[in-house]
């Protein structure tokens, strides 16, 4: 197994944002430049006007507006005790480089598979950077052992309310697996929360990886299913969709309490009203967020 080249791809996105739109942005991510090196910079600052076009800009939004949300979420749920912060599939996600002083008393574990977690650990080391105290990063392969099991051997503490952030992976797996880790879930303690994102089939062009370091063109995006024709072409074929009132259900049905969506006319209230860029609010609801 390689580590995958769509949360390379999506880690590109956000490191795009840092040069390419207005202050203040979504998502202040200096250090995804860091991790994967000036070089991603340089390249989105030559590929600026390709990137600019309306389908690139709302990819990339819908990608910084995940991390933020997940994010703000997590903030908001330190008034009723929580203690871990779980990022299910990390990728090259960077909270444990630029955590704020509020994540300091948490602990914070980074899991993912183990050919992308070896990656971004060498990643890591290549640039220098130091990894705080509160974190652990774990290599965990779900093929192959239980969520529960996963979790454990990697010190997450079950008594211990938690928040679980889980991006861009649902539409990768099979439903059964789905279940698996949301009951995974459910068995942490009450006011414990899990913020996921999911794809709809009328929003695949718009959805949760980038096919390569780089951004899909606005053609790309714009013909629909044609991102998701390229990471399978890539070895990374998206086998899952839900509609929102179908990922709602779901999560009630197995046991969740306070579903929220997080609908596209909220997130542009909250976060791109006024923007000087413009940079617009994902067209589709994709974020859930939901109570244990």
């Known amino acids: ?53 309306p389908g690139a800009r709302l990819l990339r939004s819908h990608v910084v507006l995940r991390s933020r949300f997940s994010e703000d979420r997590l903030e908001e749920s330190l008034g009723r005790g929580v203690k871990q912060f779980v990022i299910l599939g990390a990728g090259y996600d960077t909270f444990f480089a630029r955590q704020p002083r509020w994540a300091e008393e ?16 060498a990643r890591i080391a290549a640039a220098g950077m130091k990894v705080p105290s509160n974190v652990i990063f774990g290599s965990v392969n779900f093929e192959v052992e239980s969520v529960e099991d996963g979790l454990a051997r990697h010190g997450v503490d079950f008594n211990a309310p938690t928040v679980f952030s889980w991006l861009g992976v649902t539409m ?42 780089r951004s899909p063109s606005d053609s790309d995006v714009a013909s629909g299913s044609k991102l998701a024709s390229i990471v399978a072409g890539i070895g990374e074929p998206w086998i899952t969709y839900f509609q929102p009132d179908e990922i709602e259900r779901r999560l009630r049905g197995i046991g969740f309490s306070d579903v929220f969506l997080f609908t596209p006319e909220m997130a542009s209230e909250r976060y791109f009203a006024g923007r000087a860029d413009a940079l617009p609010a994902p067209r589709k609801t994709s974020l859930v967020c939901a109570m244990a």
């Open 172 to 213: 990768y797996l099979s439903e059964s697996a789905i279940d698996a880790t949301l009951d995974a879930v459910l068995q942490f303690p009450r006011g414990s929360e899990i913020v996921l994102t999911f794809a709809s089939r009328e929003a695949e062009g718009l959805s949760d990886a980038a096919a390569d370091s």
């Open 106 to 121: 948490l602990k914070i574990f980074e899991l993912d598979q183990p050919a992308t977690q070896a990656d971004k650990l």
């Open 1 to 53: 197994m390689k580590e995958s080249r769509t949360a390379l791809g999506v880690a590109w996105l956000r490191a795009a944002h840092q040069v390419l739109d207005s202050r203040p942005l979504i998502l202040e991510d200096a250090a995804v430049a860091r991790l994967l090196g000036r070089e991603t910079i340089e390249h989105a600052l030559w590929a600026s006007a390709r990137l600019q076009t």
